[in-house]
């Protein structure tokens, strides 16, 4: 599975930005997608996960209400909604995917996933 990150960029505190990962193959199974970013000098950490079939969404409590995942199922597309920005959300952002996490407690752990793009960088200006 590859998987090709898009939509980084740089914008102003307060601003919208929306991020998109195409996987190279159809989900099946226990497929989830999600998002993890890792700030300079900082350990990668989970933002936003979503079990494919179920479209049932997971978020890291930092970012609810703020960030909004998505998949569209044609395009192999997950989409990441970012509104609201702020300069503490400034990271590269990664987007993972993997088929057999059995458990959704695991879908915070980088470690779960198999499969990672190549990283997209949002800066937020102050």
């Known amino acids: 599975v590859q998987l090709q990150a898009s939509g980084g960029g740089l914008v102003q505190a307060g601003d919208s930005l929306r991020l998109s990962c195409t996987a190279s193959?159809?989900?099946?199974?226990?497929?989830?997608m999600g998002w993890f970013r890792q700030a300079p000098g900082k350990e990668r950490e989970f933002v936003a996960t979503i079990e494919w079939a179920r479209k049932k969404t997971y978020y890291a409590e930092s970012v609810k209400g703020r960030f909004t995942i998505s998949r569209d199922n044609a395009k192999t597309t997950v989409y990441l909604q970012m509104n609201s920005l702020k300069p503490e959300d400034t990271a590269v952002y990664y987007c993972s995917a993997d088929y057999a996490i059995y458990n959704p407690s695991s879908y915070f752990r980088s470690s779960a996933y198999d499969y990672w793009g190549q990283g997209t960088l949002v800066t937020v200006s102050s």
């Open positions: 193959v159809l989900p099946g199974g226990r497929y989830v």
